[in-house]
C-alpha cells in the first residue's frame, strides 16, 4: 500500500497552471485622488500565477511533485505631506543646516504644490501631493519526492524543499530624484528555504518507526535603501551609513 502524503503518489502524470488578475479599471477613485488630486486613479495590477506537475520515475516506486507561485503587484496611492516653502529654504544660512534642506521634498518637483491655509504658520511650510509607489515581487518554488522501498522494514521516504524570495521597494513624495539622485526610500526584502525529509518504516506487525528531520532559514531585512545617494556624509554618527530621524 502506498503511503504517500498530499499531493497523493500516482503512476499518471498530472499537471495544473492558474493565472489571476486584478487591476483598476473598475474601482472607484479613493477619497484622497478627489481631495488632493484632480479625481483620478491610482494605477493597480496585481498577477498571481503558477502551476504544478508531478508524476512517476520509476513505477510503483518513485514520484515527483514541483509548483511555482509568483505574485506582482504594482500600485499607486495619492500621498500628501507638508514640506519647507522657497521661503523657508532661504532663511537657512547655516552650511552644516542647508545640507539636510535636500532631504525634503521640493514643491512643484514630481508633486503639486496644494493651497495653503492663509494662517502665519504657513509662511514656511507648505502643503504637496503626489504618487506613492510600491511595487511588490514574490516567486516560491516548492520541490517534492517520495520512494517506495523493496519490503516494509526498508519503508517509505518523502523529502520536500520549499524556498521563497520577495521584495517590496515603496517610493513616494520623500523618494523623489533630484540632481543628486534619489532622496530616501526604503524597501524590504525577504528570502526563506525550508526542507523536511521523513522516512517510515514497519518493523513488526505492531511496531512502527518514523525518523523526521527539519530544516529552515530565514533571511528578513528592512530598511534597504533604494535609492543611489550616498548620505553617509549627513549621518548622525561616524558608524552609521544612513541619516538618523529628524
Known sequence: VQTCALPICTNAYHGSGFWTLRNDNIDAAKWED?????????????????????????KDKTFYFASFEGLRERSEQTQS??????????????????????????????????????TPDRVNLIAITGARTEPVNDDTVTGKFDHNFSGGKAGFMSASYSWNDGDRSPCGLYCQVTENGAVGGNGTISKKHTFALNHTSV????????????????????DIRLGTR???????????TKVGQI
Open 230 to 240: 550616498d548620505t553617509k556624509s549627513l549621518a548622525f554618527h561616524p558608524n552609521r
Open 81 to 118: 505631506a507638508t514640506t519647507l516653502s522657497t521661503a523657508a529654504r532661504q532663511s537657512v544660512t547655516n552650511p552644516v543646516l542647508r545640507q539636510y534642506l535636500s532631504l525634503w521634498p521640493v514643491a512643484g518637483e514630481g508633486n503639486t504644490a496644494l493651497p495653503n491655509e492663509p
Open 34 to 58: 478627489n481631495a488632493f488630486g484632480d479625481g483620478e486613479k491610482g494605477e493597480f495590477k496585481r498577477n498571481q500565477f503558477g502551476g504544478s506537475f508531478g508524476g512517476p520515475i520509476i
Open 203 to 222: 518493523l513488526t506487525p505492531t511496531t512502527i518507526n518514523e525518523f523526521k528531520f527539519g530544516y529552515s532559514f530565514s533571511e528578513s531585512a528592512g
